[in-house]
């Protein structure tokens, strides 16, 4: 298997290896209210090797924190679950990869990569809880750049 070419296996016993066929149709996922998806590109389809290929943009997803219903403005202060922020995710040559960004790219929190399908889509299910509920991820998940 080429490294490039983003074709991955996936456990018997994993909910992708039901869900996905042999067209091109985007990944389902588990996304919290509160979040705003700009853009889902998460695409896959199962060859008939059985094994997985993913969309190989370095674009495939973007969602934004909406602000507080009660306020429709973003909170101002850096420890609010309410601020602005982002979550960028896409497939860089041999990893994917997901940014977590606070409020934009000059102020990127968090970076997570991996070469697995699997832990990509788990990890970004994660994050979008975690920063819905708690404005923030894990630091042993997500370190620091």
């Given amino acids: 298997m080429r490294h490039d070419v983003p074709t991955f296996e996936v456990s018997p016993d994993s909910r992708w290896a039901g869900c996905i066929g042999p067209k091109w149709e985007l990944v389902p ?14 695409d896959a389809r ?12 370095e674009d495939l997803f973007w969602a934004v ?9 973003y909170d101002k202060d850096p420890a609010s679950p309410w601020r ?18 606070d409020p934009d790219w000059d102020n990127v929190h968090r970076t997570f990569r991996t070469p697995s399908f699997e832990e990509f889509v ?3 299910e994660t994050w979008l809880f975690e920063i819905g509920s708690r404005g923030d991820v894990q630091v042993y998940d997500a370190p620091k750049e």
Avoid: C, Q, T
């Fill in 46 to 57: 199962r060859l008939p090797s059985g094994l997985i290929e993913s969309n190989d943009s």
């Fill in 84 to 101: 602005e922020i982002a979550v960028d995710a896409g497939w860089y040559r041999d990893h994917f990869r997901i940014v977590m960004l």
């Fill in 29 to 42: 996922l588990r996304i919290p209210g509160g979040w705003g998806v700009r853009h889902n590109g998460i």
């Fill in 122 to 124: 788990l990890r970004l």
């Fill in 65 to 73: 924190k909406l602000p507080p219903p009660d306020k429709l403005v």
